[in-house]
């Protein structure tokens, strides 16, 4: 990941837009797209790069933007089609936001729901207010994963340190701190992303053997 200059601001359903072009496999429903679209401006603000411009309210279901929920909310819980990709995405910022969406887009609606539900900037809001900015920094700047927008230039040399979501917990329930932490860093973003993917085939694999003795 490069440096990313100052750029023009990112709208709501500009950002809405490049999600859906950018994983068109990935089952983007309306209630997924809120959930990646504050996550993408969570990061971006961590990163000290605030080049989305979108204000998102505490609504049931966690956060939501009123202007990405009345454009999709035709779509119901269904996935929505692909559509075009915005052209006022600069390369550096497609860059940050494919950085940050990677890790969140594999995860279902209900669980990034469940996820938001359990961190302050949601809890702490009143219901219907805006979630405010200097909540999300406070909030996300002392996690684990902030660790990898300290240095944005060559981010892909840098120590990668692991999304602690609900499925990180699960996997490292069973071991002592020592043990855990082992998985919470790893040498690149790039090598993290190799053995997560030959553990999703060999659990896969193992899935298909299971199968086949039944």
């Given at each position: 990941?490069?440096?990313?200059p ?12 490049f ?10 429903t ?5 959930k ?5 401006k969570?990061?971006?603000l961590?990163?000290?790069h605030?080049?989305?411009?979108a ?5 049931t279901?966690g956060p ?10 035709k779509h119901g819980?269904?996935v929505?089609p ?10 550096e910022?497609?860059?940050?936001l494919t950085f940050i969406?990677?890790n969140y887009?594999?995860?279902s609606a209900?669980?990034?729901?469940a ?22 920094f406070?909030y996300?700047s ?10 944005l230039?060559?981010a ?6 692991v999304?602690?979501?609900n499925?990180?917990?699960s996997?490292?329930l069973?071991?002592?701190?020592e043990e855990?932490?082992t998985?919470?860093t790893?040498?690149?973003?790039e090598?993290?992303?190799?053995q997560?993917?030959?553990a999703?085939?060999?659990?896969q694999?193992l899935l298909?053997?299971?199968d086949?003795?039944?």
């Amino acid at each position: 990941m490069t440096e990313v200059p100052k750029a023009q601001p990112l709208h709501a359903i500009e950002l809405a837009q490049f999600i859906i072009a950018a994983y068109p496999d990935k089952g983007i429903t309306p209630m997924k797209l809120q959930k990646l679209a504050y996550y993408a401006k969570s990061w971006t603000l961590v990163a000290h790069h605030p080049f989305i411009q979108a204000d998102f309210e505490k609504w049931t279901y966690g956060p939501v933007n009123a202007s990405i929920y009345n454009a999709y909310k035709k779509h119901g819980a269904d996935v929505i089609p692909l559509g075009r990709k915005p052209a006022g995405i600069s390369p550096e910022q497609g860059q940050i936001l494919t950085f940050i969406l990677d890790n969140y887009v594999d995860y279902s609606a209900f669980t990034l729901s469940a996820m938001t539900h359990n961190e302050a900037p949601w809890l702490e809001a009143e219901e219907s207010a805006v979630i405010s900015d200097a909540a999300i920094f406070t909030y996300y700047s002392n996690q684990p994963f902030a660790k990898n927008f300290l240095k944005l230039q060559n981010a892909a040399q840098q120590p990668f340190h692991v999304l602690k979501s609900n499925s990180w917990h699960s996997f490292t329930l069973d071991m002592d701190k020592e043990e855990a932490e082992t998985f919470a860093t790893y040498p690149t973003a790039e090598d993290y992303q190799h053995q997560s993917q030959k553990a999703k085939h060999d659990f896969q694999n193992l899935l298909r053997e299971i199968d086949e003795l039944l």
